[in-house]
T-cell receptor, first 114, second 114 residues
Framework: GDSVTQMEGPVTLSEEAFLTINCTYTATGYPSLFWYVQYPGEGLQLLLK?????DKGSNKGFEATYRKETTSFHLEKGSVQVSDSAVYFCALSGPTGGYQKVTFGTGTKLQVIP | GAGVSQSPSNKVTEKGKDVELRCDPI?????LYWYRQSLGQGLEFLIY????????KSGLPSDRFSAERTGGSVSTLTIQRTQQEDSAVYLC????????????FGSGTRLTVV
């Protein structure tokens, strides 16, 4: 079945450091790919998405590129802020489930220190 | 409504009691999903609704768990004879059907079984 693997955390960075959170997936066909974020004490929010190969999703300075050849969707940000501290979830919806069911990774906790 | 609303936000119950968790999705969203997030775990899919029917209920952990949706809107997740391992945050999400549409999540119900 469909699955998502993302790097384990926690990831601790200093403010203004470069961020990469790795995510790879297994799915048949061409899934849609997502990054969700959960800030402390809040619900999950959609951060960005990409629906076809080579698409780049971007939002709030975060970017991720849909790489079909490496089945990856790594999350990057050039300069993190303390306010980016949160748990980040990579996710996909694939044709197996008619694109109706989203499969999530286990989440990566990011802590940004001043 | 403007967002996905879940109630109660917190529920403490005694082992063996039944509980009902409610989800009110965004108006017009035809798809509704229930997930469970246990401490230190990722998101575990439980069930999803398309309209009032549930094409995929494969994630329900046992026959103590059931869910229904009426009028293509509000959904109720019922857990009978609660056990301590049922303690988790239960998340509801809704979406428009179609590839690439992300979920909008509610804030969740934190269930504690004592």
């Amino acid at each position: 079945g469909d699955s998502v693997t993302q790097m384990e955390g926690p990831v601790t960075l200093s403010e203004e450091a470069f961020l990469t959170i790795n995510c790879t997936y297994t799915a048949t066909g061409y899934p849609s790919l997502f990054w969700y974020v959960q800030y402390p004490g809040e619900g999950l929010q959609l951060l960005l998405k990409a629906t076809k190969a080579d698409d780049k999703g971007s939002n709030k300075g975060f970017e991720a590129t849909y790489r079909k050849e490496t089945t990856s969707f790594h999350l990057e940000k050039g300069s993190v802020q303390v306010s980016d501290s949160a748990v980040y979830f990579c996710a996909l919806s694939g044709p197996t489930g008619g694109y109706q069911k989203v499969t999530f990774g286990t989440g990566t906790k990011l802590q940004v220190i001043p | 409504g403007a967002g996905v609303s879940q109630s109660p936000s917190n529920k403490v119950t005694e082992k063996g009691k039944d509980v009902e968790l409610r989800c009110d999705p965004i108006s017009g969203h035809t798809a509704l999903y229930w997930y469970r997030q246990s401490l230190g775990q990722g998101l575990e899919f439980l069930i999803y609704f398309q309209g009032n029917s549930a094409p995929d209920k494969s994630g329900l952990p046992s026959d103590r768990f059931s869910a229904e949706r009426t009028g293509g809107s509000v959904s109720t997740l019922t857990i009978q004879r609660t056990q301590q391992e049922d303690s988790a945050v239960y998340l509801c999400a809704s979406s428009t059907l179609g590839q690439g549409y992300g979920y909008t999540f509610g804030s969740g119900t934190r269930l504690t079984v004592v």
